[in-house]
């Protein structure tokens, strides 16, 4: 199976009172290019992250939403900080000596000086936080893989339709090309005939001429690798996988066989067939940018 590089896949989680959403969304790129954008909370886990996402994903650029939402009831707990209060009343005390002033410290005055009491979080378990994350990655991505997969599979049979169409133009300048040689043999032999008159050709020259222009407009070669092309690319289809570099590498390459014909014919009919393989290799190149 193919996949095309467009693709979107969410998933949600509830799991251990936190709530996890993760939604991956993708378009073309010729290499594997992510952006991720979370709570700074689970900015410790970008890097695992990322190598999840590798399992499923190959290609494209590809945008990760993450949000999260802790609805543990014991997620932060208030501290007593008795050595700090101890510091506190002792410094207290001696300025009462000191300066001969009242002692009138209370608990709730005290309580009011700069970290006797602080707000603290729970520790969390990264274990278990990660889990659940990978989880909810992990049901995203597998539907963001299943949207890949049927856009290719689209793209799959758009590709083999456009593919069929150009082996027919194809067969058509294979059959067309050896006609032209004996029109323009008999093209010029009528034209010498018509300059000479009754003097006898000199079919050793004519020969010569005829074998000249025969090698400057052959594109049996062309053809050839033009038909090993379309073959390749069909069977690359047909095997599936992360495909689509080769793929446009191929592509380039019957391009550059289309422009040679269109560069050696001197045929009208061949010429329009060369133009109409070149727009569908163009086609075909565009399609192939979406494949993974």
């Not at 996402?53 to 802790?70: A, M």
């Not at 689209?154 to 456009?162: A, F, M, V």
């Not at 006898?200 to 050839?224: N, Q």
Request: a negative charge; charged letters at 35%.
């Amino acid at each position: 199976m193919i996949k095309s590089m467009t693709g979107f896949g969410r998933a949600e989680e509830n799991v251990h009172n936190r709530k996890f959403t993760v939604e991956i969304k993708s378009v073309n790129h010729r290499y594997l290019d992510v952006s991720i954008k979370m709570p700074k909370k689970l900015n410790f886990f970008e890097t695992s992250i990322r190598t999840e996402l590798k399992e499923y994903i190959s290609r494209g650029k590809v945008d990760v939403f993450i949000t999260y939402e802790d609805m543990t009831e014991t997620a932060s707990f208030v501290k007593y900080n008795k050595d700090t209060a101890r510091q506190y009343l002792e410094h207290l005390r001696q300025m009462a000596e000191d300066f001969g002033l009242d002692n009138d410290v209370r608990v709730s005055t005290l309580s009011r000086y700069p970290d006797i009491f602080t707000l603290e979080e729970k520790a969390e378990n990264e274990d278990e936080i990660w889990a659940d994350l990978k989880h909810c990655i992990d049901k995203a991505c597998r539907m963001f893989v299943d949207t890949r997969i049927a856009e290719g599979e689209n793209l799959k049979n758009d590709l083999l339709e456009k593919l069929n169409g150009m082996s027919d133009v194809v067969s058509f300048i294979e059959e067309r090309s050896p006609r032209i040689i004996e029109e323009y043999r008999s093209k010029i032999n009528d034209r010498v005939k018509e300059i000479l008159g009754d003097t006898k050709v000199d079919e050793g020259r004519l020969l010569t001429e005829v074998t000249i222009f025969a090698d400057k407009v052959c594109v049996d070669e062309e053809i050839v690798r033009l038909k090993s092309h379309i073959g390749a690319v069909k069977d690359e289809l047909s095997e599936g996988g992360s495909i689509g570099r080769k793929l446009d590498f191929i592509a380039q390459e019957m391009n550059r066989e289309a422009n040679t014909i269109l560069s050696k014919t001197t045929d009208l009919e061949i010429s329009n067939k060369g133009i109409i393989l070149k727009t569908e290799i163009e086609k075909v190149r565009e399609q192939i940018q979406n494949i993974e």
